[in-house]
């Protein structure tokens, strides 16, 4: 039982266009929604996050959009680097769950030029 | 500061031998994770510890796994017997307690890529 979906396990975007990355949730106990980025042979790092009583969250070229109603979270990276190609793996936060995270299955960006 | 270290980075053994995994977290950090990735199932937590104390172990997917750890610098994951099934990325986190930005979460170590014959 999955609670935490990315139903697309990989993207190709042209560099300087927008990626996309969509997640699903089904558990409305979450209090923060994370992204970690992960690069081959590396552990996955922090990338930005947004907390559940908020539905926009901007850093830089990344921003991420909340829909709690539709239980859904995107991830937008505008504009698309050849460096941002990675893993991307959607995460939530279990309130009150000792900094519990539920992990996706993860989305494998690939940036051309 | 070093960041979360594991050891060994790749390991590969034969099926039915133990395998033991290391974890050293960031200094101060009061909660430590243990993950597994696979293909087809992404990141899985396995278990988790707070103050050296195991939280929750749900995630342990049955008796040949088990986790420990001994103190606030160290903590192991161990396998035993070894199946081939077992063979994946394993990952050690670890985060800071008392902290409500998620920032803060967890820092991952590099993994280590266990391959079981």
């Known amino acids: 039982d999955q609670q935490v979906k990315q139903n697309s396990p990989s993207l190709s975007v042209q560099e300087g266009r927008i990626s996309i990355l969509n997640c699903d949730y089904t558990n409305s106990m979450f209090d923060y929604f994370l992204w970690y980025k992960k690069y081959p042979a590396e552990g996955p790092t922090f990338l930005i996050s947004?907390?559940?009583?908020?539905d926009k969250n901007e850093d830089g070229r990344f921003t991420v959009f909340l829909n709690k109603s539709a239980k859904h979270l995107s991830l937008h990276i505008v504009p698309s680097q050849p460096g941002d190609s990675a893993v991307y793996f959607c995460a939530a936060r279990v309130s009150g769950g000792y900094n519990k995270l539920i992990f996706g299955a993860g989305t494998r960006l690939a940036v051309h030029p | 500061d070093a960041g979360v270290i594991q050891s060994p980075r790749h390991e590969v053994t034969e099926m039915g031998q133990e395998v033991t995994l290391r974890c050293k977290p960031i200094s101060g950090h009061d909660y430590l994770f243990w993950y597994r990735q696979t293909m087809m199932r992404g990141l899985e937590l396995l278990i988790y510890f707070n103050n050296n104390v195991p939280i929750d172990d749900s995630g342990m997917p049955e008796d040949r796994f088990s986790a420990k750890m001994p103190n606030a610098s160290f903590s192991t994951l161990k396998i035993q017997p070894s199946e081939p099934r077992d063979s994946a990325v394993y990952f050690c986190?670890?985060?800071?307690?008392?902290?409500?930005?998620?920032?803060?979460?967890?820092?991952f170590g590099p993994g280590t890529r266990l391959l079981v014959l």
């Open positions: 986190a670890s985060s800071l307690v008392g902290t409500t930005s998620p920032k803060e979460t967890q820092y």
């Open positions: 947004i907390s559940s009583i908020k």
